[in-house]
Nanobody, 115 residues
Framework: VQLGESGGGLVQPGGPLRLSCVAS????????MRWYRQYPGKERELVAS????????NYADSMKGRFTISRDNAKNTVYLQMNSLKPEDTAVYYC?????????WGKGTMVTVSL
C-alpha cells in the first residue's frame, strides 16, 4: 500500500487549496479514505472521511462548509478541496486508509496559511 499526498503549499488567508492523494497497492474503490492533519507536537486529527463509493462524506466540525472531500476511483485518487483557509489550518495533511486492520499513511503535505 502506498499513499502519496500533493498539493500543499503557501496560501493567503481566505484562499483555496486542493490536496490530492494517489493510492496504489490495493483495490482503492473498495475502501473508505480519510484526510487527517497534524500540528507540531500534537496528535493527528481527523479532517474528513469518504466512503468507498464517494457517498456519505463526513467532516470535523471546524471544517464543515469550508472543506470538501471527494474521490475519483478511476484515478485511485482522493481529494481535499479547502476553501476560506485560516491560519489555524496550517498543518501537515495526511491521507489514510485502513486495510486488513492495518492503518496506512502517506508522508504528508505541508499547508501553510499566512500573509
Amino acid at each position: 500500500v502506498q499513499l502519496g499526498e500533493s498539493g500543499g503549499g503557501l496560501v493567503q488567508p481566505g484562499g483555496p487549496l486542493r490536496l490530492s492523494c494517489v493510492a496504489s497497492g490495493f483495490t482503492f474503490s473498495s475502501y473508505a479514505m480519510r484526510w487527517y492533519r497534524q500540528y507540531p507536537g500534537k496528535e493527528r486529527e481527523l479532517v474528513a472521511s469518504i466512503s468507498s463509493t464517494g457517498r456519505n462524506p463526513n467532516y470535523a466540525d471546524s471544517m464543515k462548509g469550508r472543506f470538501t472531500i471527494s474521490r475519483d476511483n478511476a484515478k485511485n485518487t482522493v481529494y481535499l478541496q479547502m476553501n476560506s483557509l485560516k491560519p489555524e489550518d496550517t498543518a501537515v495533511y495526511y491521507c489514510n486508509v485502513i486495510r486488513g486492520g492495518i492503518t496506512y499513511w502517506g508522508k504528508g503535505t505541508m499547508v501553510t496559511v499566512s500573509l
